[in-house]
């Protein structure tokens, strides 16, 4: 990355409502006027691309790479070989173009300040906060008691306005 990034990640267990919060505060955040980028972590196998596509057939062919133009829009698909790992945060958000924020859904071990979502319907309720000093705020069921600022999950203009705060969106106002 050539200049720092603005990067905060929603985390939490699986049926916590994440991709519904990352959704949310990408349209209130563009709402705004702010240009957002997301990275998705996926923790198994998946593909974006149908059996039997063009883009397919290339990737089963061995293509490496695949790249799908349209006047709309294009995707990169990047096979990893097997001696490849799995590529850093870092280096994935370096290969998007430039934007005012980097909302991450997952990576919930990375290095990054994060926004931990509770919920009762989660696959798991052991918080998170705890053990990790990067997440900066609670959503959701939580029932701190601490120096962590908690949200209802419905507060969406309220977890942006904290979002801005926080990542220095809003000019002068920083943590």
Not at 23 to 46: C, P, Y
Not at 83 to 97: M, Y
Not at 127 to 134: G, M, V, Y
């Amino acid at each position: 990355m050539t200049a720092p990034r603005r990067i905060i990640g929603i985390v939490g267990w699986k049926n916590s409502g994440k991709t519904r919060m990352v959704a949310a505060l990408v349209a209130e955040l563009t709402g705004r006027g702010w240009k957002v980028s997301t990275v998705k972590h996926a923790h198994h196998a998946f593909d974006i691309d149908k059996p039997g596509a063009d883009s397919w057939q290339h990737r089963q062919a061995g293509a490496g790479e695949v790249a799908i133009v349209s006047g709309r829009r294009w995707a990169l698909m990047h096979e990893n070989a097997q001696d490849e790992s799995e590529p850093s945060l870092e280096e994935i958000v370096g290969k998007l173009s430039p934007c005012d924020i980097v909302l991450v859904e997952g990576y919930k071990r990375g290095d990054h300040d994060k926004i931990e979502i509770r919920r009762a319907e989660s696959e798991n309720a052991t918080p998170l906060a705890p053990d990790d000093t990067q997440i900066v705020a609670l959503v959701g069921d939580a029932d701190e008691t601490g120096s962590l600022p908690v949200f209802p999950a419905d507060a969406i203009p309220d977890i942006a306005d904290f979002i801005e705060r926080h990542t220095g969106l809003r000019s002068g106002e920083t943590t």
